[in-house]
């Protein structure tokens, strides 16, 4: 009997010709969520960088560069995935030398800021790069399409990133069809 109950309304909504609500009028914003309040250290001591580049019609269909700064454990990985679905794996300890940069770098590139739009240019062959930024303990993270945004030539911090990063990827790829 309650199975019957509980069910019946349901029943009667889907077949009362309820309409939904209706679209919020037109240039009117959805109302604010909460603001998260920054932690007073402001940049993150502890991050995570995924670096992502997927391929139109190539030998991989995805290579991803992993850079952690986590306390003394600062690490570098890098995982290509195949046509064929084989997994190619790399990983090494970051130099203190690499480390430091790195965290300069990722600071300095404003990364949380405007600029975030690219090209995705997999449709003719062409590559799709994204790079995700993200605190070790979790909260505010943020991607950015870096493929065919000019911020990611024009701003030197965010080009040097982006070029040792993708230096990671040309060392395991080179020789290996572009």
């Given at each position: 009997?309650?199975?019957?109950?509980?069910?019946m309304?349901?029943?009667?909504i889907?077949?009362?010709?309820?309409?939904?609500?209706?679209?919020?009028a037109?240039?009117s914003?959805?109302p604010?969520?909460?603001?998260?309040?920054a932690?007073?250290?402001g940049?993150?001591?502890?991050f995570?960088?995924?670096?992502t580049?997927e391929?139109?019609?190539w030998?991989?269909?995805?290579?991803a560069v992993?850079?952690?700064?986590?306390?003394?454990t600062d690490?570098?990985?890098?995982?290509?995935?195949?046509?064929?679905?084989?997994?190619e794996?790399?990983?090494r300890?970051?130099?203190p030398?690499?480390t430091?940069?790195?965290?300069?770098?990722?600071?300095?590139a404003?990364?949380?800021?405007?600029?975030?739009i690219?090209?995705d240019?997999?449709p003719?062959d062409?590559t799709?790069e994204t790079?995700?930024?993200r605190p070790?303990?979790?909260?505010?993270?943020?991607?950015?399409?870096?493929s065919?945004?000019?911020s990611f030539e024009?701003e030197?911090?965010r080009?040097d990133l982006l070029?040792?990063l993708?230096?990671i990827?040309?060392?395991?790829v080179e020789?290996?069809g572009r």
């Amino acid at each position: 009997m309650r199975l019957l109950l509980l069910t019946m309304p349901v029943v009667l909504i889907a077949c009362s010709g309820a309409s939904p609500p209706p679209p919020p009028a037109f240039g009117s914003t959805p109302p604010a969520a909460p603001r998260e309040i920054a932690p007073s250290a402001g940049f993150p001591a502890n991050f995570t960088i995924v670096f992502t580049r997927e391929y139109g019609y190539w030998l991989y269909r995805t290579c991803a560069v992993e850079v952690s700064l986590f306390l003394s454990t600062d690490s570098l990985s890098l995982e290509c995935v195949t046509t064929t679905d084989k997994h190619e794996k790399f990983s090494r300890v970051l130099a203190p030398g690499e480390t430091a940069r790195v965290r300069e770098l990722a600071r300095a590139a404003d990364l949380y800021g405007s600029n975030h739009i690219g090209k995705d240019s997999t449709p003719t062959d062409g590559t799709f790069e994204t790079l995700r930024f993200r605190p070790v303990a979790g909260g505010r993270a943020v991607v950015l399409v870096t493929s065919g945004n000019r911020s990611f030539e024009d701003e030197p911090a965010r080009r040097d990133l982006l070029q040792w990063l993708q230096s990671i990827l040309r060392e395991h790829v080179e020789g290996r069809g572009r």
